[in-house]
């Protein structure tokens, strides 16, 4: 790759001294044969700004060779136009020094070749080269006026304009036509290009031939047009072509559109200015456009990177939601096992008290692992945006009291004391969704309870009424080990926990105060912690909600004998089919089993079940396309509700089981409670719950 890559370099550092050189010789040839003549020194001298180029851009021998090609040139032609050979050395020396100064000074000011890419840039460079052309100028107007009795002052003059002008005009075009930012900032066709340098010719053609009478003002709008279309290489090209077309007719013919009178020096003048105009407004023009198109092609790279960052970042989401929906599954399917044959064996009343007393501690560690599981699946339902609210008639204080209730045994355990405060003036209900604000509340007292080793804990609800929504502020205060003020700003980040030390005493996932701020921001409220470490903590929640009037209450249901429903238990798993079946057998229901989506759909062809429990990850037919073929049947199994009783959890997964007709989701492992209570909602529903599904 490295010996390519120096091949192609050679090559082309070989092919710019050859375009240099080429250039060069005719450069001072236009110069000395076209434009000298008439004024006796070049109206227009580029030879010295493709030498300097040629400096900035060559490498070792070939900037030698390109010089002496440069002077060798210089020299012949300057003998065969009639000078005597001390001049043209003279000239030679002079124009090659000038040369130099300016490599020598840009290269200093630039730290290499300069670049012409901007409006700067191109101001800058006739700035640098405009005082050494005057240096030059005034060697050269002080030998011919000492030497050979030329007037100083007209010497002067016309040196100056003569270099000024070629390296004003010359070097920034030079440098332009090389540098391949610009070839890459417009890439015209050839036909396009040649048909607007063709335009160019034409109107320079008419507009320096006297008999043709066209105004120089035609040649702004092609050059213009060249820019627009070819950019900063257009404008450089177009300048170069109009310059060598017009300086030489122009100042031939005597007389042309540029100016009305006959003398030679004013027409000269004149042509000179105007090519300077019309070169730097070109050139400016295209430097423009050139940079409204490397911004153009920026902010294309910029959205093409970012929808590969977007695409990286959403096949990593996509990737942490299977393996966070694999890892459920993992840990789901064993868990079932532990905690459903736990609450088999405690409901077994010919248990021993020591037996009883390990089991329920299975229990509870198996619930503690259930736990973290839950707030895993929460918080990627805060990140998926899936959190949806039912506020209702809620009354605060008395789902505070009932929240601490659920803590109370907790905390007795650990020999605590647990009160609770409300300051409700006017004791109305309040639109608020109580389950996520139990959610929340529950995590705060959990953890109250967890790092506090004696004392007290106090929940305290205080209810300021407003014109049109009241303020709720909740405080759950303890006395616990208290939080450093550096730690608390971690607190309700995810995934952090103010003690991670091998010796740290409480265990977590560090998500439980992510999920309720983030709960808690969902419901428009705020939530924080106010600590000192050793005095204990108190963390509060502010909440505003309207008052809300209390709902109907609904007509008590009489459900039916459990015994009289018939349920349908499809799962690949014999554990999973035996607890299921003994907690179902515990309450009395007729119970069928399936091994897979196959075999359930034989059966449901074959018999008729008031209910159906149907697991996801099946052999032969998995459960969402069981789930479309008995929906499909015209059987009376096919209008009977199936509740997804799965280890698939995430919310994605849950709303597949939606989507195949499933009418709810028990996630594993299986909760006794959870089970009963969502068999007894379907098969004895409600009108209000109908109306909710």
Known sequence: ????????????????????????????????????????????????????????????LRRLALVVVFVVAHVAVCLLTGDELLRALLYAAVDSCEAGAVWAVCHRLWKGAPRVRTMRSLAQLPAITTPIAAGSALICASVLHFGYGAPFVESLIDWFLRSALGLAVALPATLVLIDAEHRRSFQSPWSEQLLLMFGVATIALLCAHPAAGAPPALLFPVTLAAAYRLGARGAALAAFLTIAIVMPMAIAAGSSPFNATQDPVI?????????????????????????????????????????????????????????????????????????????????????????????????????????????????????????????????????????????????????????????????????????????????????????????????????????????????????????????????????????????????????????????????????????????????????????????????????????????????????????????????????????????????AEAAAYDLILMDIHMPLMDGLQATRAIKALRTPTGKAPIIAMSADALPRQVERCYAAGMVDHIAKPIQREVLYAKIERWLHPQPDAEAAV
């Open 267 to 603: 027409q000269a003048r004149t042509i000179q200015v105007f090519t300077s105009l019309l070169f730097y407004t070109c050139l400016a023009a295209g430097l423009a456009f050139g940079q409204q198109n490397r911004l153009k092609r920026l902010l294309l790279r910029r959205e093409l990177l970012a929808r590969a960052a977007r695409g990286r970042a959403l096949a990593a989401t996509e990737a942490k939601t299977e393996f966070l929906a694999t890892m459920s599954h993992e840990i789901r399917t064993p868990l079932n096992s532990v905690l459903g044959f736990a609450q088999l064996l405690a409901a077994r009343e010919d248990l021993p008290p020591d037996a009883r007393r390990q089991v329920n501690l299975i229990d509870s560690a198996g619930a503690a692992l259930l736990t973290v599981v839950d707030d895993i699946l929460d918080f990627s339902r805060v990140e998926a945006g899936q959190i949806e609210l039912l506020p209702g008639p809620t009354s605060a204080a008395a789902l505070l009291r009932d929240t601490v209730a659920i803590m109370a045994p907790e905390a007795r355990a650990k020999g605590l004391t647990l009160d609770v405060e409300i300051v409700d003036p006017l004791a109305v209900l309040h639109d608020l969704d109580a389950d996520r604000l139990r959610q929340v509340l529950i995590n705060l007292l959990n953890n109250a309870v967890k790092f506090t080793e004696e004392g007290r804990i106090d929940a305290r609800l205080t209810i300021e009424p407003g014109d049109i929504e009241d303020r709720l502020r909740f405080e759950i205060t303890d006395t616990g080990v208290g939080i450093a003020l550096d730690k608390q700003g971690l607190l309700f980040q995810r995934f952090s926990q103010t003690d991670s030390s091998p010796s740290r005493l409480h265990g977590g996932a560090g998500l439980g105060l992510a999920i309720a701020k983030a709960l808690v921001d969902v419901m428009g409220g705020k939530i924080g912690v106010d600590s000192v470490p050793g005095r204990g903590s108190c963390f509060w929640v502010e909440l505003s909600a309207p008052v809300a009037e209390p709902a109907p209450a609904p007509e008590p249901a009489k459900p039916a004998a459990p015994g009289a429903a018939r349920i349908l238990i499809v799962d690949d798993h014999p554990i999973n089919l035996e607890i299921a079946s003994a907690l179902l057998a515990l309450v009395g229901y007729e119970v069928d089993l399936a091994e897979n989506g196959k075999q359930a759909v034989e059966k």
């Open 1 to 60: 790759m490295t010996l390519s890559l120096a091949f192609h370099e050679d090559r082309r550092q070989t092919a710019l001294l050859l375009t240099l050189s080429f250039t060069i010789v005719a450069a001072i040839a236009f110069s000395e044969y076209l434009t000298r003549p008439t004024l006796g020194v070049a109206a227009f001298w580029p030879a010295n700004a493709f030498l300097a180029a040629g400096l900035f851009t060559l490498k070792g």
